[in-house]
């Protein structure tokens, strides 16, 4: 009976192991996660119902709800029709609270003069991150766009002046003002604005929906529609908008959805 029992459990590893392959994923996706898979090319992928878009060589991209459920259920359709469903296993992450006080009245609950402004930044970034240019950078390797402490965490709950806010999308980096920050993939800047919340912002799209935004710059020093490579600069950190000192605002996103930036770099 037990020889029986591990020879089940082996064939049914054997087939998870292959459907991974298939897909070119990791073993295990994380909540908040960003994935690149590799399949053959002429095949198709779905993501739940929703179809990605894969590069003529077979390459694909998406990221995982910050809150997504233990499982997620993905499809392959192989050059020659075959059809394999696949369920993965997602890990979940551990967020933090995280309260911050001394922040100027104003700035958190913003004074009614300012709310057409917030809704018109909103919708210009929403615009911007709807991008979904054939751009494939988003293959590479990101590198840090500065490098020092993390005064924030993406996920963490924020309480700002005792008042409960929306979850912190990004990850922060303390470093002084004035750093250079640099591309961390290549792609095209797809906005520059300042914005209430944010200051001066930045989006550079990567391809496939795959894109990042700065915010809180001092300076930006590139412009809507040019092509940065990665390691280019494009500005300097500050304390724009909502800050309470100078520090980057790193955010990654695959078209809306926000994902982890920390999952994404090396040391
Ligand atoms: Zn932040």
Redesign the pocket.
Known sequence: MRVFFSCLIMICMAATAQAKNLLGLPDELIQGGFYVGKVAPGSAVWLGEKSLKISPEGYYAFGLHWRQGSMVKMKLATPDGSIFPQRLMVKKQKYDVQHIDGLPPKMVTPPKEVLAQISQDSARVKKARTADSDRQNFRGTFIWPVRGRIS?NFGNHRILNGTPKSP?M???IAVPQGTKIVAPLGGVVTMVSDLYYTGNTLLIDHGYGVNTVF??MSTVTVKPGQVVRQGDLIGTVGATGRATGP?L?W?LNWYKQRLNPALVLGD
Do not use: E, S
Request: proline share 0%; aromatic share 0%.
């Open positions: 924030g912190h990004g990850m922060d915010a809180h520090h605002h955010g």
